[in-house]
């Protein structure tokens, strides 16, 4: 119950996004290749990020 108002980490939030940018490439690469390379693209910036934010 504490822990309901918790805010999220920096970690956390990348994650989330990075989850997201994956699933939104996958639905639009069906139909729009670019589209869908230009998201993987920026989900594997994000991947890097939390890679960083993991080592320190």
Partial sequence: MF???????????LQDL???KLEE???I???NRTAADKL???AEEIAK????LAKN
Avoid: P, Q, V
């Avoid at 822990?3 to 939030?13: C, R, Y």
């Avoid at 990020?49 to 960083?52: T, V």
């Fill in 25 to 27: 490439a996958h639905k």
């Fill in 40 to 42: 993987m693209a920026e």
């Fill in 18 to 20: 990075y989850k997201k």
């Fill in 3 to 13: 822990g309901l108002f918790k805010k999220k980490s920096e970690a956390e939030k």
């Fill in 49 to 52: 990020k939390i890679e960083n």
């Fill in 29 to 31: 690469s069906h139909s």
